[in-house]
C-alpha cells in the first residue's frame, strides 16, 4: 500500500474532482458519508451521546456532514465548532448551512475553556478538528480542549489524523495532539501512525475509501510503501518440481565466541529454514561440537582460534555471507573483518557487533559491496548514523546513510522500516512477543537465506522482514508474548509462508441470517 505526502493526498483530491467532474464540496460529502457508514455499521442505531467536534476547515467540514447524516438517522449526537479563526472554509461553510437544515439544535459555537461540554466515560468523542493542513501550533484553549478530550475517558475517533498531529513531524508538546482510540484516513495511513515517538496519538487506524482518481492512486509513485502479504505475495518465487539445493544458494553465516555461539545456531537454522539450499556456519573453535550437535542439517567452518573470529578463511564458493552475530568487537576480530572486507565480493548481510565494528572504523563502510544489508537495532543504529533529535531526523539520516553507501538499512522496531536510498518500506507484521533474545539472529538468517537461494538484497529485506513478523503473530498465539523465544519464529516460518497462500474465510451466517465475519 502507497503512503502518500501531504501535497500528493492535495493533488489527488484535485485531480479526482477534475476528472470526475465533481465539487470538492460533492468530494466532501463522500468522505462524510463513508464516516457515516462506517460508524453506522458498528452502532445499529445506539443511543450512546456522540459528541462532533468540528474545526472551521474541511477537517471540520467532514464532521459536519457525518453530524448531519447521525440527525437524519436518529443519534443522539451534538456538534460543536471549534472557533480557533476567523476563516472558514468555503466547504464548511455550505455544510454548516446544511446540517443547520435538519436540526434546531444547531452546532455549538466554542471559543474557550468555560465553553467546554460535559462528556461522560460512556460517551463517544468525534474529532474533526484539524487536518493534514496543519501548520501552526494550536491556541491554549484548544489544547486544553484536546485535554479534556482524554480527561473524559471516552472513547475518541479522529477523523483521518489525530487533529494536532503533523504528517511530518513530532509533536513537540504531547497535549496538544488529540490522543484517539480510532482514526479513519482517507485513502492512506499516515507515516506518523508507525513511528516509535507518534504511533500513541491513535491507537488504531483503518482506512476508508473515498472513490479518489484511480489512475492518481495506481501511478503516483511514493516515498513510503506500507507492507503486508499483498505487497510480499508478487516476491514470493515459487519451486519447480526438480528443484535440487543447488539452485537455492550456499549462506555462510560467520560469527560467535566464547559463550555467543547460539546466535550463529539461530541465525544458520534461520536461514536454513528460510529456504537457503545449504548453510554453512563459520565460528571460533569453542563451538565446534555444540553447533555440530544442535545444528546437524549445517556445516561447520573453525577459526583457528579456541575464542574468537581472528582470520576468515574458507574454501567454499557462498552465494551471500552473513557476518556478525555474536562475534564481539575484538581487536583481532575488527582486524580479521577488515581483512575480509578488503577481498570481499560477495553479497553482505551485516548484523549486531558487524555494526559496531563499522561504526568503530567508518572508514570500512566504504569497502561494502553494493545494497550490502545492515540490521541494526536502535542504539546499533546511532553508532551507525549518529544521534537524531526525533523520528523524522533519524529518518533522514538513515536516507543519508543509504544513498552514500548505497546500502540497505533495516531500522528494526515494532514496526520495522527498511530503507533504501529515498525509499521506506513499513513492516506491518510482528508483535511484542518479538522483543526477545536471539530475535533479531533470527531475522539476519532469514534475509540471508533469501539472498541464497536468488531474491535481490532489497526484496530479500522487505520480504525477510515480513515473514519474520508474521511467524512471530501465528507463533503468539501458541505461546503469548512472554514465552515467545527466537527458536519459535523459526519454528513457525513455514505456516508464515504457507500464509501467504491462504485464503480468509468466507462470511458465516447466523442463525438470525445475519452475516458475520469469522
Known amino acids: 500500500m502507497k503512503i502518500f505526502s501531504k501535497e500528493q493526498i492535495y493533488e489527488g483530491d484535485r485531480l479526482t474532482a477534475e476528472r470526475q467532474n465533481i465539487s470538492s464540496t460533492d468530494l466532501m460529502e463522500r468522505a462524510g458519508t463513508q464516516i457515516f457508514n462506517w460508524m453506522h455499521m458498528r452502532m445499529q442505531g445506539a443511543q450512546v451521546p456522540i459528541h462532533i467536534f468540528c474545526g472551521i476547515g474541511n477537517n471540520g467540514g467532514d464532521g459536519l456532514v457525518l453530524g448531519r447524516h447521525l440527525i437524519t438517522h436518529g443519534y443522539n449526537v451534538k456538534t460543536y465548532v471549534v472557533n480557533c479563526s476567523d476563516k472558514r472554509s468555503k466547504d464548511f461553510l455550505i455544510n454548516y448551512d446544511r446540517i443547520k437544515n435538519v436540526t434546531k439544535d444547531w452546532p455549538v459555537l466554542l471559543s474557550c475553556t468555560e465553553d467546554f461540554p460535559e462528556i461522560h466515560p460512556d460517551d463517544i468523542i468525534v474529532d474533526g478538528i484539524f487536518g493534514i493542513g496543519l501548520n501552526r501550533p494550536v491556541d491554549d484553549w484548544v489544547k486544553a480542549l484536546f485535554v479534556h478530550f482524554r480527561t473524559t475517558k471516552a472513547f475518541t475517533l479522529s477523523i483521518d489524523i489525530p487533529s494536532g498531529l503533523n504528517t511530518e513531524a513530532v509533536p513537540e508538546d504531547e497535549d496538544a495532539v488529540v490522543w484517539a482510540g480510532y482514526t479513519l484516513s482517507f485513502a492512506a495511513p499516515k507515516v506518523v501512525f508507525f513511528l516509535p515517538e507518534t504511533a500513541k496519538y491513535t491507537v488504531q487506524w483503518e482506512i476508508l475509501d473515498i472513490g479518489l482518481d484511480q489512475d492518481f492512486l495506481f501511478t503516483t509513485v511514493t516515498d513510503v510503501d506500507l507492507i503486508g502479504k499483498h505487497e510480499v505475495l508478487p516476491m514470493y518465487i515459487p519451486r519447480e518440481k526438480f528443484a535440487h539445493k543447488g539452485q537455492f544458494g550456499h549462506a555462510l553465516i560467520i560469527g560467535g565466541s566464547y559463550g555467543k555461539i547460539g546466535a550463529v545456531n539461530l541465525a544458520s537454522r534461520a536461514a536454513l529454514s528460510a529456504g537457503s539450499g545449504l548453510v554453512s556456519a ?126 540497505i538499512i533495516v531500522i528494526k522496531g515494532a514496526h520495522t522500516i527498511t530503507v533504501f536510498q529515498d525509499k521506506l518500506y513499513i513492516n506491518t507484521t510482528g508483535n511484542p512477543g518479538l522483543a526477545t533474545a536471539g530475535s533479531g539472529d533470527v531475522l539476519t538468517g532469514i534475509i540471508t537465506g533469501l539472498i541464497s537461494q536468488g531474491y535481490k538484497p532489497l526484496a530479500a529485506s522487505i520480504f525477510g522482514v515480513y515473514l519474520h513478523g508474521k511467524s512471530a503473530d501465528i507463533a503468539v498465539e501458541d505461546f503469548g508474548y512472554q514465552s515467545l523465544i527466537a527458536s519459535h519464529v523459526i519454528g513457525y516460518l513455514g505456516e508464515a509462508y504457507l500464509d501467504l497462500f491462504k485464503q480468509p474465510e468466507p462470511p458465516q451466517e447466523t442463525e438470525e441470517g445475519e452475516v458475520s465475519e469469522s
Request: glycine share 6%; hydrophobic share 40%; with cysteine.
Open 282 to 407: 563459520y565460528i571460533p573453535k569453542c563451538g565446534y561440537d555444540a553447533l555440530q550437535s544442535a545444528f546437524p542439517e549445517g556445516m561447520v567452518i573453525t577459526d583457528s582460534n579456541e575464542t574468537l573470529i581472528t582470520k576468515v578463511d574458507f574454501k567454499i564458493q557462498p552465494t551471500v555471507i552473513s557476518f556478525g552475530v555474536g562475534v564481539g568487537t575484538d581487536t583481532k576480530t575488527m582486524t580479521a573483518f577488515e581483512a575480509f572486507l578488503k577481498q570481499n565480493k560477495t553479497p553482505l548481510v551485516i548484523d549486531a557487533d558487524g555494526i559496531n565494528i563499522l561504526s568503530k572504523k567508518k572508514a570500512l563502510l566504504k569497502l561494502l559491496p553494493l545494497q550490502s544489508v545492515l540490521t541494526p537495532h536502535p542504539k546499533e543504529l546511532e553508532r551507525l548514523v549518529g544521534k537524531w533529535k526525533d523520528d523524522f531526523d533519524k529518518l533522514k539520516k538513515v536516507k543519508v546513510f543509504s544513498k552514500k553507501y548505497s546500502a
